[in-house]
């Protein structure tokens, strides 16, 4: 099938829902992406945060195929070793929490909302329901991962939202206590804010909040959805900012592509879940779990989150280079290789013309270009991808 026959399906048969630029990949191999005609695509985006270990990544390849091999599927009411093995892992790489395994990020956000609930209402009794959220977050698109997300132009036309859901300001940990009250049962919050532009929380921020949280009995949830896997430069991006969540939900690059989800909730959180209170079909899939013990023994091993932390600091150095020489860059940030390019202008046709010079990157938030390269990106990559973007920058800012 050709890329245009491809692009003419799509647009037949599927729902309008996605901005789809006109490429069609039907490749990739490390960092590169490559289209129908054989064009070649540095892949600075990864599936957005997704593909890890770069695409094509031989242990994870050679691990769905082993367990693909043996079974695909069987319900989760029975044992199954691989995700047996990745619950342990997990545990281990995270809080030593209890896991619960989904399909995707959304539904792993609908999981910790309702064992948030549920949890508060055993111990506490009814009342205690509602939920904190940062403005500008995004938890995902089902109806509790979209009422958790705080950006009224996901919402609209959708509403009413669920009930239950307060939004505070980004940063303002006054008004973070003030919202804490008695009917709160949890605050959920990205480390980092990646759809609304690759957002940090101000030094200490986080650190006041979970005080703030285990002060007033109040579950403390990160979502590490797009933060986590090592993508920040340690498991968790909580991790290196020295705080522990009493859930923290996973997704994206858990399993390098395959779609996986998981939940990891302390001892006391997760005891709301008992059997028939929540469940998936699929949730902890063997081939899933399979390919993601595979990501598990890669980024753990030693100096993996080491040369994370070094590449970001090469690519954020080029982007600061690239700054220098211009004036619409107004600032540049984020953590390991989770990092974004704030301009004063559009960053969207930025984006489109990388595409056309072979590089993928993403526009967040209108004026923000996203990086999200795997991990495993190599030097001579990060450099190859920094000319393309100056190149690819609006000639109006130059000023050198
Ligand atoms: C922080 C965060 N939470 C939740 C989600 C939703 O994940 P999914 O698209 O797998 O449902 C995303 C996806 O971009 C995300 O970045």
Known sequence: MTGAEAIALTERYQMGNYARFPVTFVRGEGSWLYDDAGKPYLDF?????????????????????????????????????????????????????????????????????????????????PGRHEIVVLEGSFHGRTYGGLSATAQPKFHQGFEPMLPGFTTVPFGDIGALEAALTDRVCAFFFEPVQG???????????????????????????????????????????????????????????????????????????????????????FGGNPVCCAAA????????????????????????????????RRSDVRDIRGMGLMIGMETEGETKPVAARCLEAGLVVNAAAGNVLRFLPPLTVRDEEIDRALSILSAALPAEGRTA
């Open 45 to 125: 985006l990864g599936g957005i945060a997704v593909v890890l270990l770069g695409h094509a990544c031989p242990e994870v390849t050679r691990a769905i195929a082993e367990q693909a091999g043996k079974l695909l599927h069987v319900s989760n009411l029975f044992h199954v070793p691989s995700q047996a093995r990745l619950g342990e892992r997990l545990s281990l790489a995270t809080t030593g929490g209890k896991v619960f395994f989904c399909n995707s990020g959304t539904e792993a956000n609908e999981t910790a909302i309702k064992i948030a609930r549920k949890g508060s209402s055993d111990r506490r009794g």
């Open 195 to 281: 759809e609304s532009g690759v957002r940090m929380h101000p030094q200490g921020y986080l650190k006041e909040a979970e005080s703030l949280c285990r002060r007033k009995g109040i579950l403390f949830v990160a979502d590490e959805i797009q933060t986590g896997m090592g993508r920040t430069g340690a498991f968790l991006a909580c991790q290196s900012v020295g705080v522990t969540p009493d859930i923290v939900t996973l997704a994206k690059g858990l399993a390098n592509g395959l779609p996986l989800g998981a939940v990891v909730a302390n001892e006391a959180a997760a005891a709301a879940l008992v059997p028939g209170t929540h469940g998936s079909t």
């Open 293 to 324: 013990l595979a990501v598990l023994d890669a980024v753990t091993a030693p100096g993996f989150y080491g040369e994370v932390v070094r590449k970001g600091e090469r690519f954020r150095a080029g982007l600061q280079a690239i700054a220098d």
